[in-house]
């Protein structure tokens, strides 16, 4: 039986952990922010009896006396055999004194004893050790949060789906309100409108003659040829922004016929790449006409 990949993340306090773990949410990874270290063990045989999903956990400074224990708690995992990964993340000093100015948050070690430089210092110092028994570094100093996300999907993203960017198309009703998780919105209300034709009034999207009825009409086809161009021509830039989702919403007036009939065209259209994953999603279509 195959172990599920058991990630423990540590390092600076401002040097990227709360990223890392979100990029690995993305991955599908059971995460843990903020994890006491004694607490490491019980995850780890946890991982052992459930087999299939990988765990990822921050454990760093912001636990204060339940911190120190780190080393100690790993040392004990490798002697009983409890495997484990270590990513340790680190940055410059001038660059984690300069995030926390930008982000005017205090730093973990502060609480009153220490300025922020003397603060960086003592966790810097009290983290020697543990980074050198660390499986991978990754200094954030001079990267970008897109080749933060990269790093981390080179390291520990194993599967294709969890590289790829997900692309959800949706059908949605503009009487019921916009969708606010739309990133492109489609308005589709242009197209004739089956509700007013009586034998397709109780009809949606998906029946074949709301298909019939709508490629009458050029418009159809010279509309679904623009967008299909279009977004031939934006996904990849939004891939190359490292974006890990893209919602499409397309909209007509009660989202039973035309969006329904849009939206299931331009899945179908997507759905071919093999760099997407594809979802389709049709809001409103249980809703009262």
Known sequence: ?????????????????TQVLHTLEDLNYFC??????????????????????DIAMVVDARGGQ????????????????????????DASD??????????????????????????VALERKSLEKIREKADEVIDTTDITSLQLKQRIIQLYGDSTQARNMMVVVQSFGFKNGLPLD???????????????????KNLDGNDIRIADF??????????????????????PY??????SQLVISIGCTGGHHR???IASRIYDYLRLRTDLNVELVHRDLGRKV
Request: proline residues 5%; contains cysteine; aromatic residues 12%.
């Open 32 to 53: 843990v922010d903020n994890l006491p270290a004694m607490l490491i063990p019980k995850f780890a045989e946890l991982s052992r009896q459930t087999p299939g999903r």
């Open 259 to 261: 969006s329904v009939y």
């Open 238 to 243: 939004y891939e190359k922004e490292g974006k």
């Open 214 to 235: 709508l490629n009458k009409f050029p418009q159809t086809y010279e509309f679904l040829k623009l967008q299909t161009q279009l977004l031939d021509f934006l996904l």
């Open 94 to 119: 001038a660059c984690l004194i300069r995030r926390y100015k930008e982000t005017r948050r205090r730093h973990p070690l502060e609480r009153g004893r220490h300025n922020l430089a003397a603060s």
């Open 1 to 17: 039986m195959e172990q599920n990949r058991f990630l423990v993340i540590t390092g600076m306090s401002g040097a990227g952990k």
């Open 66 to 89: 339940f911190f120190d224990s780190l080393l100690e708690v790993l040392e004990e995992m490798r002697a009983t055999n409890l495997h484990y990964e270590l990513l340790f993340l």
């Open 182 to 200: 739309s990133d492109l919105v489609m308005d589709v209300r242009f197209l004739p409108n089956p509700f007013y034709e009586e034998q397709l």
